[in-house]
């Protein structure tokens, strides 16, 4: 977990490091798995009454599998955030975290969850040109082509002849 203490602040920016572990409480239901610890690098500046901002990146890897092809991967995100954290809850700011005014405590862990959220993608491929499975017969088309054929194909047709031609021959 990541706390700052606000009263710090008085004497500047807060420079915070620190590191969320992946199985940590605040990302139960957050929708994805991670396979590294959250790296988190940034800096708190007071920014008003109740307002603070804190700018700085996360970075991570999150546990997924290929759409296509269901090979697991991981997926690096490392999303730049520049967050508000306020005091006023009925603010403008949609987006900003809420504190509470008698904080002296400043966590970060939920601007983490709901940054990683924005950024995780919602399904991944593990390259660009993965086949996936035949659609018929579930053969991983990655290794190679399955004995099914597209009926409209005209190369198969083609080949098809060819192999009659030679059967033909051959009997
Ligand atoms: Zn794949
Ligand atoms: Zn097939």
Redesign the pocket.
Known sequence: MLRVDLRALDEGPIETEGVVAADDPIFVDAGFVLAEPVEVRGRLTASGPGRYYWHGTLRTDVAAS??????DLRVEVAPQVRALFTEDASGDDAAAYVVSPDAVELDLGEMVREELILVVPPFV???DD?R?FCPRCGKDL?EGPCECRPEADPRWAKLEALKQQRSDEGS
């Open positions: 290929c759409r296509r092809c269901l090979a491929v593990c390259r993965c996936g990655n």
